[in-house]
């Protein structure tokens, strides 16, 4: 266990989240580090937080289900940072790593954070620990979301290509060798392309549903990362393969929500329910998965896009763009992460 661990750190917390969870975050100076920061569990690592970012679960959880917490309470759950302390054999104290914990243990808005295996890797070099802190959530679902369903030729749909999870599936997707069309509002147009995607569909300017039957276009997987109407699925037999795959990762705990998952995933083709494979994907740390992403980051093929940065001091700004819903690709937090650069 290393020494010269401080008894305090800084820390962005909420008590309450009334109003909202960015009305709520205050910088505390002296917040008590982790319970297990000094006598780790097994197979888990203490790692110094350089930077994080926030993602829509941080905030809709603290919303709707605060009482799931202890306060005061610290979100995010992606970082990268140097490795204090661990009780794995693969890590040692001073290494650069990225990451997220699992919730309900968030807390990567403090200076020192405990996470398990599966979610702690070694950061490659040429990639930078900004970059890096942006994987956590968006990253690693895209992966998972694409890299068992696709291969190289297959055609795949990425509905809401601009924000943090689009960003990264649609390198993801070209990395895999696929054809992407993606959709996004006019001004995100250039910004898809410049990413890689091989057709842009503005919704805005166009009905999505009704285009995309128009273009003929038969795709193999659809990656609905915004899921604001079910629309897209309800009619997705004239362009989704009857061998394709419909995956949504988006939602809320909202009562209205839940009812519309509910229809899609329940309601029978022969009543005029869906008819091709539909899943709810929620991403779970897999350290192979994140070395896969960062390889991909290491040989240039994928990045982060990062739209804008904040101090941890500013933290509830940060929330309130994220909410904002405009957000093109993350939003980083600097914790502690001028030191590093």
């Known amino acids: 266990m290393a020494t010269n661990i401080p008894s305090t750190m800084r820390a962005s917390q909420w008590t309450t989240t009334k109003g909202g969870i960015d009305k709520n975050l205050k910088l505390n100076p002296a917040a008590p580090l982790p319970k297990t920061a000094t006598s780790l569990p ?9 930077y994080s970012t926030p ?4 905030y809709k959880l603290a919303e709707y289900l605060p009482f799931i917490f202890s306060k005061p309470a610290t979100p995010c ?6 490795v204090v302390a661990t009780t794995l054999a693969h890590l040692k104290p001073g290494e650069l790593v990225f990451g997220k914990t699992e919730p309900p243990a968030f807390g990567a808005l403090g200076e020192y954070i405990v996470v398990a295996k599966a979610g702690c890797v070694p950061l490659p070099n040429g990639v930078s620990l900004k970059q890096a802190a942006c994987v956590g959530v968006t990253g690693l679902t895209s992966y998972q979301c694409l890299a068992p369903h696709v291969k190289a030729g297959d055609k795949v749909l990425i509905n809401g290509g601009s924000g943090g999870t689009g960003t990264f599936a649609i390198q993801i997707a070209k990395a895999l060798g696929c054809y992407v069309t993606t959709t996004c509002s006019g001004p995100n147009v250039d910004l898809c392309k410049s990413l890689g995607a091989d057709e842009v569909i ?6 999505l549903v009704a285009t995309l039957k128009r273009s003929g276009k038969q795709y193999d997987l659809i990656y609905d990362t915004v899921f604001a109407t079910p629309a897209l699925y309800w009619n997705c037999q004239h362009y989704l393969k009857p061998s394709g795959q419909f995956l949504t990762i988006a939602g809320s705990p909202s009562v209205g929500s839940i009812v519309e ?11 005029g329910g869906g008819q091709r494979r539909l899943a709810f994907h929620t991403a779970a ?3 192979a998965d994140y070395e896969a992403i960062a390889g991909m980051m290491a040989e240039g093929k994928v990045r982060a ?8 001091e500013r933290a509830g700004e940060a929330f309130a763009h994220l909410k904002g819903g405009r957000t ?3 939003i980083v937090i600097e914790v502690a992460g001028g030191e590093y650069d």
Do not use: M, Q
């Open 42 to 50: 097994p197979d888990h690592t203490l790692v110094r937080v350089a």
């Open 55 to 58: 993602n829509p679960i941080d």
């Open 77 to 82: 759950l992606d970082f990268s940072g140097t």
């Open 202 to 207: 503005d919704y805005r300017s166009n009905d």
């Open 261 to 271: 998952l509910l229809k899609v995933f329940c309601w029978p083709a022969w009543l």
């Open 285 to 287: 740390s897999k350290a």
């Open 305 to 312: 896009v990062v739209e804008r940065e904040f101090g941890l």
């Open 328 to 330: 093109k690709g993350k």
